[in-house]
């Protein structure tokens, strides 16, 4: 079993950065892709952003390109989500995912591990 647990979120004005962190643990056999993803109150989970197993390939959702930027370091089996420029409408639960193999993108179902989420809130 794969433990995910995220950390980082909080309140934060709008223009604002957040960081967001995390960590991967248990049975986590290399190689695997991490994302992170965002649900709004009343909308369904959305994609945000993935990184492949060993950080040289990530891809954004158009609504944070230039804003966000995923990291990781496979060392210590941390993805990480810098989110700067923040806007109201990033305002969400954000979960981190992992899959098992080399590259991810945004379908929700190809995710085999989620996180319990962190909560981002952007004021005006």
């Known amino acids: 079993q794969v433990q995910l647990v995220e950390s980082g979120g909080g309140l934060v004005q709008a223009g604002g950065s957040l960081r967001l962190s995390c960590a991967a643990s248990?049975?986590?056999?290399?190689?695997?892709?991490m994302a992170w993803f965002r649900q709004a109150p009343g909308k369904e989970r959305e994609f945000v952003a993935a990184?492949?197993?060993?950080?040289?390939?990530?891809n954004y959702a158009d609504s944070v390109k230039g804003r966000f930027t995923i990291s990781r370091d496979v060392a210590k089996n941390t993805v990480t989500l810098q989110t700067n420029s923040l806007k109201l409408e990033d305002t969400a639960v954000y979960y981190c995912?992992?899959?098992?193999?080399?590259?991810?993108?945004?379908?929700?179902?190809?995710?085999?591990?989620w996180g319990q989420g962190t909560q981002v809130t952007v004021s005006s």
């Open positions: 248990g049975r986590t056999f290399s190689p695997y892709a």
């Open positions: 995912a992992l899959r098992q193999g080399y590259y991810s993108g945004p379908l929700r179902a190809d995710y085999d591990y």
């Open positions: 990184i492949s197993w060993n950080g040289g390939t990530t």
